[in-house]
T-cell receptor, first 114, second 116 residues
Framework: GENVEQHPSTLSVQEGDSAVIKCTYS??????FPWYKQELGKGPQLIID?????GEKKDQRIAVTLNKTAKHFSLHITETQPEDSAVYFC?????????????FGTGTRLTIIP | EAEVAQSPRYKITEKSQAVAFWCDPI?????LYWYRQILGQGPELLVQ????????DSQLPKDRFSAERLKGVDSTLKIQPAELGDSAMYLC??????????????FGPGTRLTVT
Protein backbone atom coordinates (compact mmCIF):
# COMPACT_ATOMS: atom_id res chain seq x y z
CA GLY A 1 0.00 0.00 0.00
CA GLU A 2 0.86 3.68 -0.12
CA ASN A 3 3.14 5.22 2.51
CA VAL A 4 3.06 8.99 3.02
CA GLU A 5 5.59 10.85 5.14
CA GLN A 6 5.06 14.48 6.13
CA HIS A 7 7.47 17.07 7.56
CA PRO A 8 7.70 19.03 9.74
CA SER A 9 5.28 17.92 12.44
CA THR A 10 5.11 21.44 13.86
CA LEU A 11 5.86 24.80 12.25
CA SER A 12 5.74 28.30 13.70
CA VAL A 13 5.85 31.25 11.32
CA GLN A 14 5.69 35.00 11.82
CA GLU A 15 2.56 36.55 10.37
CA GLY A 16 3.24 37.66 6.82
CA ASP A 17 6.03 35.15 6.25
CA SER A 18 5.78 32.00 4.13
CA ALA A 19 5.25 28.43 5.29
CA VAL A 20 6.30 25.25 3.47
CA ILE A 21 5.20 21.70 4.29
CA LYS A 22 6.66 18.70 2.50
CA CYS A 23 5.41 15.18 1.82
CA THR A 24 6.87 12.11 0.18
CA TYR A 25 4.95 9.11 -1.12
CA SER A 26 5.97 5.59 -2.07
CA UNK A 27 3.62 4.33 -4.77
CA UNK A 28 4.53 5.60 -8.23
CA UNK A 29 0.97 4.80 -9.38
CA UNK A 30 -0.43 7.69 -7.32
CA UNK A 31 -1.60 10.54 -9.51
CA UNK A 32 -3.71 12.71 -7.21
CA PHE A 33 -2.31 14.70 -4.27
CA PRO A 34 -4.67 16.67 -2.03
CA TRP A 35 -3.94 18.90 0.93
CA TYR A 36 -6.45 19.18 3.77
CA LYS A 37 -6.72 21.75 6.54
CA GLN A 38 -8.20 20.72 9.88
CA GLU A 39 -9.25 23.30 12.42
CA LEU A 40 -9.88 22.45 16.05
CA GLY A 41 -13.04 20.42 16.52
CA LYS A 42 -13.75 20.15 12.79
CA GLY A 43 -13.28 17.62 10.05
CA PRO A 44 -10.55 18.08 7.43
CA GLN A 45 -11.34 20.40 4.53
CA LEU A 46 -9.70 20.30 1.12
CA ILE A 47 -7.72 23.45 0.40
CA ILE A 48 -5.91 22.51 -2.80
CA ASP A 49 -5.10 19.43 -4.85
CA UNK A 50 -2.89 18.59 -7.81
CA UNK A 51 -2.89 15.84 -10.40
CA UNK A 52 0.22 14.29 -11.85
CA UNK A 53 -0.10 15.92 -15.25
CA UNK A 54 1.00 19.28 -13.81
CA GLY A 55 3.96 20.33 -11.70
CA GLU A 56 2.44 23.29 -9.87
CA LYS A 57 -0.95 24.73 -9.00
CA LYS A 58 -1.79 28.02 -7.32
CA ASP A 59 -4.88 29.38 -5.62
CA GLN A 60 -4.35 32.88 -4.23
CA ARG A 61 -1.89 32.52 -1.32
CA ILE A 62 -1.69 28.74 -1.54
CA ALA A 63 0.35 26.69 -3.99
CA VAL A 64 1.27 23.03 -4.36
CA THR A 65 4.28 21.69 -6.25
CA LEU A 66 4.79 18.13 -7.39
CA ASN A 67 7.96 16.25 -8.32
CA LYS A 68 6.91 12.82 -9.59
CA THR A 69 10.46 11.69 -10.22
CA ALA A 70 11.43 12.28 -6.61
CA LYS A 71 7.95 11.31 -5.36
CA HIS A 72 7.42 14.39 -3.27
CA PHE A 73 4.99 17.28 -3.17
CA SER A 74 4.88 20.45 -1.11
CA LEU A 75 2.37 22.99 0.17
CA HIS A 76 3.39 26.64 0.09
CA ILE A 77 1.43 29.32 1.96
CA THR A 78 2.53 32.92 1.37
CA GLU A 79 1.68 36.07 3.35
CA THR A 80 0.49 33.94 6.26
CA GLN A 81 -2.40 35.17 8.40
CA PRO A 82 -3.62 34.15 11.87
CA GLU A 83 -6.50 32.18 10.33
CA ASP A 84 -3.96 29.92 8.63
CA SER A 85 -3.19 28.39 12.06
CA ALA A 86 -4.43 24.79 11.85
CA VAL A 87 -3.25 21.23 11.22
CA TYR A 88 -2.48 20.43 7.59
CA PHE A 89 -2.51 16.94 6.08
CA CYS A 90 -1.21 15.70 2.76
CA UNK A 91 -2.56 12.53 1.17
CA UNK A 92 -2.05 10.18 -1.76
CA UNK A 93 -4.26 7.41 -3.20
CA UNK A 94 -1.70 4.73 -4.05
CA UNK A 95 -3.38 4.10 -7.36
CA UNK A 96 -3.91 5.82 -10.70
CA UNK A 97 -7.42 6.67 -9.63
CA UNK A 98 -8.18 9.35 -7.11
CA UNK A 99 -11.41 7.63 -6.23
CA UNK A 100 -9.51 4.97 -4.36
CA UNK A 101 -8.78 5.28 -0.68
CA UNK A 102 -6.46 8.03 0.51
CA UNK A 103 -3.46 7.49 2.75
CA PHE A 104 -2.86 10.57 4.89
CA GLY A 105 0.35 11.96 6.30
CA THR A 106 0.75 12.45 10.03
CA GLY A 107 -0.03 16.16 9.87
CA THR A 108 1.73 19.49 10.43
CA ARG A 109 0.54 21.82 13.15
CA LEU A 110 1.06 25.33 11.76
CA THR A 111 1.06 28.25 14.18
CA ILE A 112 1.09 31.82 12.89
CA ILE A 113 2.71 34.19 15.36
CA PRO A 114 1.11 37.67 15.31
CA GLU B 1 -23.79 24.62 1.09
CA ALA B 2 -24.42 20.90 1.56
CA GLU B 3 -22.51 19.24 4.36
CA VAL B 4 -21.87 15.76 5.73
CA ALA B 5 -23.79 15.30 8.97
CA GLN B 6 -22.59 13.13 11.85
CA SER B 7 -24.04 12.32 15.24
CA PRO B 8 -23.40 12.29 18.05
CA ARG B 9 -20.56 14.83 18.15
CA TYR B 10 -19.24 13.44 21.40
CA LYS B 11 -19.66 10.07 23.06
CA ILE B 12 -18.31 8.75 26.33
CA THR B 13 -18.75 5.06 26.98
CA GLU B 14 -17.36 2.44 29.29
CA LYS B 15 -15.24 -0.36 27.94
CA SER B 16 -17.16 -3.48 26.91
CA GLN B 17 -20.23 -1.38 26.04
CA ALA B 18 -21.64 -1.00 22.54
CA VAL B 19 -21.53 2.31 20.70
CA ALA B 20 -22.89 3.47 17.35
CA PHE B 21 -22.17 6.46 15.11
CA TRP B 22 -24.36 7.81 12.34
CA CYS B 23 -23.45 9.60 9.13
CA ASP B 24 -25.57 11.30 6.48
CA PRO B 25 -23.49 12.11 3.39
CA ILE B 26 -24.05 14.93 0.94
CA UNK B 27 -27.07 14.15 -1.21
CA UNK B 28 -26.15 12.29 -4.37
CA UNK B 29 -22.73 11.15 -3.17
CA UNK B 30 -22.53 7.44 -3.84
CA UNK B 31 -19.15 6.90 -2.17
CA LEU B 32 -18.94 7.05 1.62
CA TYR B 33 -15.94 6.57 3.87
CA TRP B 34 -15.45 6.00 7.59
CA TYR B 35 -12.08 7.05 9.00
CA ARG B 36 -10.56 6.81 12.46
CA GLN B 37 -8.27 9.62 13.59
CA ILE B 38 -6.16 9.07 16.67
CA LEU B 39 -5.06 12.28 18.39
CA GLY B 40 -1.99 13.71 16.69
CA GLN B 41 -2.27 11.49 13.61
CA GLY B 42 -3.86 11.58 10.19
CA PRO B 43 -7.18 9.89 9.37
CA GLU B 44 -6.98 6.16 8.64
CA LEU B 45 -9.60 4.49 6.47
CA LEU B 46 -11.79 1.92 8.17
CA VAL B 47 -14.35 1.19 5.44
CA GLN B 48 -15.40 2.48 2.01
CA UNK B 49 -18.89 2.09 0.54
CA UNK B 50 -20.04 2.47 -3.05
CA UNK B 51 -23.81 2.85 -2.73
CA UNK B 52 -24.78 0.06 -0.32
CA UNK B 53 -21.80 -2.19 -1.11
CA UNK B 54 -18.55 -2.39 0.82
CA UNK B 55 -15.62 -1.63 -1.49
CA UNK B 56 -12.81 -1.82 1.06
CA ASP B 57 -12.93 -2.91 4.69
CA SER B 58 -9.44 -4.33 4.90
CA GLN B 59 -8.54 -2.10 7.87
CA LEU B 60 -11.79 -2.62 9.77
CA PRO B 61 -11.34 -4.72 12.96
CA LYS B 62 -14.17 -7.04 12.10
CA ASP B 63 -14.21 -8.83 15.43
CA ARG B 64 -15.67 -5.72 17.07
CA PHE B 65 -16.48 -3.18 14.34
CA SER B 66 -19.32 -3.31 11.83
CA ALA B 67 -20.60 -0.84 9.27
CA GLU B 68 -23.68 -0.72 7.13
CA ARG B 69 -25.30 1.48 4.53
CA LEU B 70 -28.52 -0.37 3.91
CA LYS B 71 -30.23 1.95 1.43
CA GLY B 72 -27.08 3.44 -0.01
CA VAL B 73 -27.66 6.78 1.71
CA ASP B 74 -26.87 7.18 5.42
CA SER B 75 -24.54 4.86 7.27
CA THR B 76 -23.92 3.50 10.75
CA LEU B 77 -20.62 2.40 12.29
CA LYS B 78 -20.84 0.21 15.38
CA ILE B 79 -18.29 -0.94 17.93
CA GLN B 80 -19.10 -3.83 20.24
CA PRO B 81 -17.49 -4.21 22.68
CA ALA B 82 -15.62 -0.92 22.94
CA GLU B 83 -12.02 -1.04 24.18
CA LEU B 84 -9.85 1.70 25.67
CA GLY B 85 -7.79 1.83 22.47
CA ASP B 86 -10.88 2.79 20.46
CA SER B 87 -10.80 6.31 21.88
CA ALA B 88 -10.43 8.52 18.80
CA MET B 89 -12.26 10.80 16.39
CA TYR B 90 -14.44 8.93 13.92
CA LEU B 91 -14.84 10.82 10.67
CA CYS B 92 -17.28 10.24 7.87
CA UNK B 93 -16.62 11.53 4.36
CA UNK B 94 -18.42 11.37 1.03
CA UNK B 95 -17.35 11.93 -2.55
CA UNK B 96 -19.15 12.88 -5.76
CA UNK B 97 -19.44 10.53 -8.69
CA UNK B 98 -16.05 10.12 -10.44
CA UNK B 99 -17.76 11.19 -13.65
CA UNK B 100 -17.85 14.74 -12.28
CA UNK B 101 -14.06 14.85 -12.46
CA UNK B 102 -13.81 15.66 -8.76
CA UNK B 103 -11.91 13.45 -6.36
CA UNK B 104 -12.58 15.68 -3.36
CA UNK B 105 -13.69 13.96 -0.20
CA UNK B 106 -16.03 16.04 1.96
CA PHE B 107 -15.64 15.37 5.66
CA GLY B 108 -18.18 15.67 8.43
CA PRO B 109 -17.34 17.22 11.83
CA GLY B 110 -16.62 13.82 13.36
CA THR B 111 -17.64 11.98 16.51
CA ARG B 112 -15.14 12.10 19.33
CA LEU B 113 -15.28 8.84 21.25
CA THR B 114 -13.84 8.44 24.72
CA VAL B 115 -13.78 4.95 26.22
CA THR B 116 -13.33 4.80 29.98
Amino acid sequence: GENVEQHPSTLSVQEGDSAVIKCTYSDSASNYFPWYKQELGKGPQLIIDIRSNVGEKKDQRIAVTLNKTAKHFSLHITETQPEDSAVYFCAAPGSPFGNEKLTFGTGTRLTIIP
Amino acid sequence: EAEVAQSPRYKITEKSQAVAFWCDPISGHATLYWYRQILGQGPELLVQFQDESVVDDSQLPKDRFSAERLKGVDSTLKIQPAELGDSAMYLCASRPDPGTGSYEQYFGPGTRLTVT
